[in-house]
């Protein structure tokens, strides 16, 4: 090689050498910052995660993010840092300081890690992060999930526990000791179909066909990927690489779900004079100018969100419980001997199940885990647990770091339906008397918290009472049997792997036989 052209190699290798080491300098010097001067310094917590939030992507991508947050806090205490710019509380007097609003100061906004949406798309009330936006959206929305609108549904909710309770007693029927089948599956059939019917007028035909139609299947496959695509929005300088990252099957799903969704609502619209009963889309306040309500174009944006909110919040929550029952037969026994002291199907109605103190003590204790929610500190600082925080920092609380804590409940990560009852509320002497229930918020606080609650309640209660007054239910001794809910990974949603029972038809008895045959 020449001299001429060793030269500018030589000279560009050390060029390349300097910026290298340049780079190296800035990542160790602000490593250093991070942990040692930052101003959530004096905060505890382990210093891989102090000084990067890798750690903390790295457990979201793994599903893990919770369950590895509950161990820190049960090294470091109520006050954990988590990432450089984030503090995970695990106290409930938090849940008032971050998510609800007082007369001292607004709830704290929503941090990025909601903010996405398609380019193209309107926001929806979820990702929705200016509050006058999302105070407007709301508006729109809540006449559809009220009380009120839920009662107006009582009829097709009832209709697809039916249809639920049918296609099972079909399967079970075939053999003297039932069958062997995977509940989650068919828990999320009903789900789907009743919230399609609900929102839309048309059911997804999943209960029918027993299995998923292509966009049901498509959005419990997508979780883990949108998980992954969400958390790369801590490093917004990230974005232009994020579609590299995120592989190009789960931007075209993203895109095929809300056309299918815009579709949906479209047909629905077109049958607006042929309509005989309410569902959400004609429940929706509408206001072409988008100040009292929302804008012709958001009720497509919404519709992709009702469909997994109405569905997966049941399939998870109710798949949960039964896991739960199964595996503590005692607890399962009192709740059939409670359900069953209706004496016919047709008793089972929502103004009967609201007083089944037991089965609302399930329901409840199911409801015990649930995920986090971020928010972030306003711009000129906000105040945690008696801490002044400075501007700009993620904070929130992860549920499950309270609801296992033996601080706050007694023997935490049992199924325990009677710390919800007035005997243990009541009774001083109860060891579940000083539980801080008050601290379980599935539906989160303040403005921010889910409109549906009473859907959920509603559909949550019919669908597990109807199956336990229908069917007995027994544990399998097989991998999928063996399933512990509490043990999957949590991305958007509970993983929600495969989980076998046995299911039987009920044997009813002499009196109990002549009862259904009279009044079924």
């Known amino acids: 090689m020449t001299p001429l052209l060793q030269y500018p190699i030589k000279k560009t290798l050390e060029i390349l050498g300097g910026i290298l080491a340049f780079c190296v300098l800035c990542v160790v010097g602000r490593i250093i910052y991070n942990v040692y001067f930052?101003?959530?310094?004096?905060?505890?917590?382990?210093?891989?995660?102090?000084?990067?939030?890798l750690p903390y992507i790295s457990h979201i991508q793994a599903g893990a993010l919770a369950r590895e947050i509950r161990i820190l806090h049960c090294k470091y205490g109520d006050i954990v840092r988590v990432a450089p710019d984030e503090l995970s509380f695990a106290a409930p007097e938090a849940l008032q300081d971050i998510y609800a609003k007082t007369a001292t100061h607004p709830a704290f906004p929503k941090g990025p890690f909601?903010?996405?949406?398609?380019k193209g798309q309107p926001f929806m009330v979820l990702n929705a992060l200016d509050?006058?936006?999302?105070?407007?959206?709301?508006?729109?929305?809540?006449?559809?999930?009220?009380?009120?609108?839920?009662r107006a549904q009582e009829g097709l909710i009832e209709k697809y526990a039916t249809k639920l309770v049918a296609c099972l007693e079909q399967v079970v029927s075939k053999s003297e000791k039932g069958a062997v089948l995977n509940i989650t599956s068919w828990i999320n059939f009903a789900a789907f179909d009743c919230i399609g019917d609900l929102a839309f007028?048309?059911?997804?035909?999943?209960?029918?066909?027993?299995?998923?139609?292509?966009?049901?299947?498509?959005?419990?496959?997508?979780?883990k990927a949108v998980a992954c695509a969400a958390s790369l929005r801590y490093y917004p300088y990230l974005d232009c690489f994020l579609r590299l990252a995120i592989p190009k099957r789960v931007w075209e799903t993203q895109k095929y779900h809300f056309q299918?969704?815009?579709?949906k609502v479209q047909r629905r619209?077109?049958?607006?004079?042929?309509?005989?009963?309410p569902d959400v889309i004609g429940m929706l306040q509408l206001d072409e100018k988008g100040k009292k309500g929302l804008t012709i174009r958001e009720p497509h944006a919404h519709a992709p969100l009702i469909i997994i909110a109405g569905s997966q919040t049941i399939v998870t929550v109710l798949s949960g419980i039964v896991n739960f029952l199964v595996k503590n037969?005692?607890?399962?026994?009192?709740?059939?001997?409670?359900?069953?002291?209706?004496?016919?199907?047709?008793?089972?109605?929502?103004?009967?199940?609201?007083?089944?103190?037991?089965?609302?003590?399930?329901?409840?204790?199911g409801l015990r885990v649930s995920g986090g929610l971020n928010r972030l500190t306003p711009p000129t600082g906000g105040t945690v647990l008696g801490h002044q925080l400075p501007g700009n920092i993620h904070v929130n609380v992860q549920p499950l770091s309270i609801h296992l804590s033996p601080i706050y409940f007694h023997d935490p990560t049992a199924f325990i339906p009677e710390r919800w009852l007035s005997a243990a509320i009541e009774d001083p002497m109860s060891p579940y008397h000083s539980d801080r229930r008050n601290a379980v918020l599935p539906f989160s606080t303040g403005s921010r918290s889910c409109p549906g609650k009473a859907l959920a309640w509603a559909e949550i209660r019919l669908l597990l009472a109807r199956l336990v007054w229908n069917f007995d239910f027994e544990e399998v001794d097989s991998v999928k049997g063996q399933l512990r809910w509490e043990e999957q990974k949590?991305?958007?949603?509970?993983?929600?792997?495969?989980?076998?029972?046995?299911?039987?038809?009920?044997?009813?008895?002499?009196?109990e036989a002549l009862s259904e045959e009279t009044y079924s």
């Open 490 to 511: 949590v991305y958007i949603a509970v993983e929600r792997k495969p989980f076998e029972v046995r299911l039987k038809a009920r044997s009813f008895g002499v009196e």
């Open 38 to 53: 930052h101003p959530l310094s004096r905060f505890p917590g382990p210093k891989p995660w102090t000084a990067s939030r």
């Open 329 to 365: 037969p005692e607890k399962l026994a009192i709740l059939i001997n409670e359900v069953r002291n209706i004496r016919n199907k047709s008793g089972i109605t929502q103004v009967a199940l609201k007083d089944l103190e037991y089965l609302n003590g399930v329901i409840k204790e």
């Open 260 to 263: 299918l969704a815009v579709d």
């Open 201 to 223: 007028g048309e059911s997804f035909n999943c209960l029918e066909s027993n299995e998923f139609r292509p966009w049901a299947f498509e959005i419990l496959a997508s979780f």
């Open 131 to 150: 509050p006058s936006d999302h105070a407007r959206m709301r508006k729109g929305v809540a006449s559809a999930f009220s009380e009120k609108a839920v």
């Open 114 to 118: 909601w903010n996405g949406t398609i």
């Open 269 to 277: 619209l077109g049958r607006e004079k042929e309509r005989r009963r």
